[in-house]
T-cell receptor, first 118, second 113 residues
């Protein structure tokens, strides 16, 4: 079946513009995660959802970053007034169910969106 | 604080064993992971280990956990050219209450002919 997909795969924008990054999780997956990965670094947690509810947004760096998942499926990560330091790979992951006290489900990662802010 | 440390590079001859080491700081971490990242591809979960285990084996992969020293290692037996990738050690801190995963910076495994 189809895995996690993200679009666009590459985005080049000018400083000050807004960008919206899309994530299509695996169908039926309850949890959806956003991570940011700078060059030479590991992925860094941004936020996650269970269904449409945003459970944790503690990793969002500032209020220019927001995310939504209005129908509990597709999610959009929006960065307003982009800055050069926002350039990174933005990765989305989904898992079948949220934490329920048992072994955690695998987080399946998408290919990422590489954002370049000029 | 939450932090995962691992060496950045490892070179191994084809056919030898690769051992990638990692240390983590959150003693309450319940699960520890190894992810593989190949160029142009997403992150692939290789294996995970529960904190009450000290070893897990899956085909060519062996994970060793020393909880006292907060040390995790991944051994790849009979390393092949297809194993060339970046390997990320990761932990799920805080007993898994919030599901986020903390990643290390990754170890780039280079296979020598």
């Amino acid at each position: 079946g189809a895995g996690v997909s993200q679009s666009p795969r590459y985005k080049v924008t000018k400083r000050g513009q807004d960008v919206a990054l899309r994530c299509d999780p695996i169908s039926g997956h309850v949890s959806l995660y956003w991570y940011r990965q700078a060059l030479g670094q590991g992925p860094e947690f941004l936020t996650y959802f269970n269904y449409e509810a945003q459970q944790d947004k503690s990793g969002l760096p500032n209020d220019r970053f927001s995310a939504e998942r209005p129908e509990g499926s597709i999610s959009t990560l929006t960065i307003q007034r982009t800055e050069q330091r926002d350039s990174a790979m933005y990765r989305c992951a989904s898992s079948p169910s949220g934490w329920a006290g048992g072994p955690p489900d695998t987080q399946y990662f998408g290919p990422g969106t590489r954002l370049t802010v000029l | 604080g939450e932090d995962v440390e691992q060496s950045l590079f490892l070179s191994v001859r084809e056919g030898d064993s690769s051992v990638i080491n990692c240390t983590y700081t959150d003693s309450s971490s319940t699960y520890l992971y190894w992810y593989k990242q190949e160029p142009g591809a997403g992150l692939q979960l290789l294996t995970y280990i529960f904190s009450n285990m000290d070893m897990k084996q899956d085909q060519r992969l062996t994970v060793l956990l020393n909880k006292k020293d907060k040390h995790l290692s991944l051994r790849i037996a009979d390393t092949q050219t297809g194993d060339s990738a970046i390997y990320f050690c990761a932990e799920m801190p805080s007993g898994g209450r919030d599901d986020k995963i903390i990643f290390g910076k990754g170890t780039r495994l280079h296979i020598l002919p």
